[in-house]
Structures are given as structure tokens and as C-alpha cells.
């Protein structure tokens, strides 16, 4: 299972109740690390085909979305909280 997104996330959030989970709203797929897409395979190139069938597209993953997504949390939990950040 690919779960490194999710825990280096809690980790840099440092919450422990912060998760994120790639089996949210309808959507299944794996969110892959960089290493992870590196070897490919069905996580990393098949599985997101399983939207087609139901939006008529499929949903991208690049090379660096799970670092591009972390840092956009860790960044921004302040705000996802509702707190003001302190400079």
C-alpha cells in the first residue's frame, strides 16, 4: 500500500490527526511517491484508469505531485485550520 504521502504529510504537519487518504469522495487510486513512480507499474499507470469509465478522462499524475501536494499542505495547514499563521 502506498502510504508514505500520507505519513510524511502527518509527519511534516506535525499532527498527528492530520491525514490525508487517497480513497476519498469516490476517488480510488494510489498517490505515488516519486520513488514509487519511478518503478511504475499498476499503481502508477493503471490504476488511475479506472476513472475513464466515468469522467471520459484520466487523472494525470506527474513525477513530483505527491511532493507538489505536501508541501501545498504543510504550507498552508494555518489556514486549513483556521489559524492565523505566525510570521
Keep these: 500500500m502506498m502510504v508514505e504521502f500520507a505519513l510524511e504529510t502527518m509527519e511534516k504537519t506535525n499532527n498527528e490527526f492530520f ?16 520513488e514509487e513512480y519511478d518503478k511504475g507499474g499498476y499503481e502508477v499507470y493503471w490504476s488511475i484508469l479506472i476513472y475513464f469509465k466515468y469522467y471520459q478522462r484520466v ?4 513525477r513530483d ?11 498552508n495547514v ?8 505566525v510570521e
Design 65 to 75: 505531485s505527491a511532493s507538489k501536494l505536501i508541501r501545498f499542505i504543510v504550507e
Design 78 to 85: 494555518p489556514t486549513i485550520r483556521g489559524e492565523i499563521p
Design 19 to 34: 491525514y490525508t487518504n487517497g480513497y476519498t469522495n469516490g476517488c480510488l487510486s494510489y498517490f505515488p511517491t516519486e
Design 59 to 62: 487523472f494525470p499524475l506527474e
